[in-house]
């Protein structure tokens, strides 16, 4: 299999030599921030420069969800199944309620408003976890110019209080952030500011009763870098990296990699038992199927 390459014998095990890297669409700019519907069998995704959310199924093809979608980004379910988006033009994260009516779940932090919420997690309580960083802000490509107000960091907001504060403030620009199956660990990727040579690398801290505590460096790529991640059933995080995905375990070996021909910019796991990884990589998605399960956290 040409399209996998292993590091470590733990690797041997998680793909298939049967199950191809598979080009599922192509002809967009940008995409990321891919989640799977499992319930209406499609996944969602957005084509940022093009401020559009996507639906890919494999009955019917690509068709637009949303059109504009604020230059939305990042995207993930919550407990009871709703599309919870980060905007960046929109400057804030929502909640697409099932009638489709948009609830908007932050706007502002301290009476200013957000940067460009980028990448978001929910937890088990139903917190929402976002990153922050000025991408969004820095320039009309991926959104809207605009004067940067908060610093960019990690928040947590409490739909149900509208209480958010700051979870993690020690990077440069959080970027794609996900927890371990057990909610004991948050990993953060921190992709620096743009245009500058802030280091890429992936961080992880304990997650404590309402933030986190003693984040330490957790792994730095190889090949590009870290934007968004997913993790496993077993705790081994599959992200994306400039030469498609490395699969690093919880102690932060990099057990192999998955090559895909487009630098990939995220990555969720879907299908029918969460044993498919499904890859947004620049213009085009691909999906792989593994021998892995994605963790059940969203
Ligand atoms: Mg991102």
Same mark, same amino acid.
């Given at each position: 299999m040409d399209w996998a390459s292993s590091h470590d014998p733990r690797f041997d095990s998680f793909v298939l030599g049967n199950a191809p890297l598979k080009r599922l669409a192509t002809?967009?700019?940008?995409?990321?921030?891919?989640?799977? &519907?499992? *319930?209406?069998? =499609?996944? @969602?995704?957005?084509?940022?420069?093009?401020?559009?959310?996507?639906?890919? $199924?494999?009955?019917?093809? #690509?068709s637009i969800y949303r059109k504009p979608s604020n230059f939305a980004n990042g995207n993930t379910r919550d407990r009871q199944g709703r599309l919870i988006t980060c905007e960046h033009r929109g400057r804030r +994260?929502?909640?697409?309620?099932? !009638? /489709? %009516?948009?609830?908007? #779940?932050? *706007?502002?932090?301290d009476g200013k408003p957000l940067n460009s919420p980028n990448d978001v997690v929910v937890k088990s309580d139903g917190t929402i976890w976002f990153s922050d960083p000025h991408y969004g802000i820095a320039m009309d490509y991926e959104g809207a110019r605009a004067e940067q107000e908060?610093? =960019?960091?990690?928040?947590?907001?409490?739909?149900? %209080?509208?209480?958010?504060?700051?979870?993690?403030?020690? @990077?440069?620009?959080?970027?794609?952030?996900?927890? $371990?199956? *057990?909610?004991r660990l948050l990993y953060v990727a921190d992709t620096g500011r743009i245009f500058t040579d802030d280091r890429k690398h992936m961080r992880v801290y304990d997650v404590t009763d309402g933030g986190t505590?003693?984040?330490?460096? &957790?792994?730095?790529?190889?090949? /590009?870098?870290? !934007?968004?991640?997913? @993790?496993?059933? !077993? /705790?081994?995080?599959?992200?994306?990296a400039g *030469?498609? +995905?490395? =699969?690093?375990?919880?102690?932060?070996t990099v057990l192999g990699r998955i090559h895909v021909?487009?630098?990939?910019?995220?990555? =969720?796991?879907?299908?029918?038992s969460r044993h498919v990884l &499904? #890859?947004?990589?620049t213009t085009s998605v691909y999906s792989i199927a593994l021998n892995r399960r994605g963790a059940r956290t969203v």
């Open positions: 002809g967009f700019d940008w995409v990321e921030g891919p989640v799977w &519907f499992g *319930d209406a069998d =499609c996944l @969602l995704f957005s084509d940022i420069p093009n401020d559009r959310i996507l639906r890919w $199924s494999a009955e019917t093809g #690509i +994260v929502t909640r697409t309620e099932p !009638d /489709g %009516t948009v609830t908007v #779940i932050a *706007d502002a932090f908060n610093p =960019c960091v990690v928040y947590r907001v409490d739909p149900a %209080t509208g209480d958010i504060r700051v979870v993690v403030d020690d @990077l440069n620009c959080p970027n794609g952030l996900a927890f $371990s199956p *057990d909610e505590a003693n984040g330490r460096d &957790f792994v730095e790529l190889d090949a /590009g870098f870290s !934007d968004g991640f997913r @993790l496993d059933e !077993d /705790g081994n995080v599959w992200s994306s *030469d498609g +995905v490395h =699969c690093i375990a919880p102690d932060g021909p487009e630098t990939v910019s995220n990555v =969720c796991f879907g299908g029918r &499904f #890859i947004t990589a």
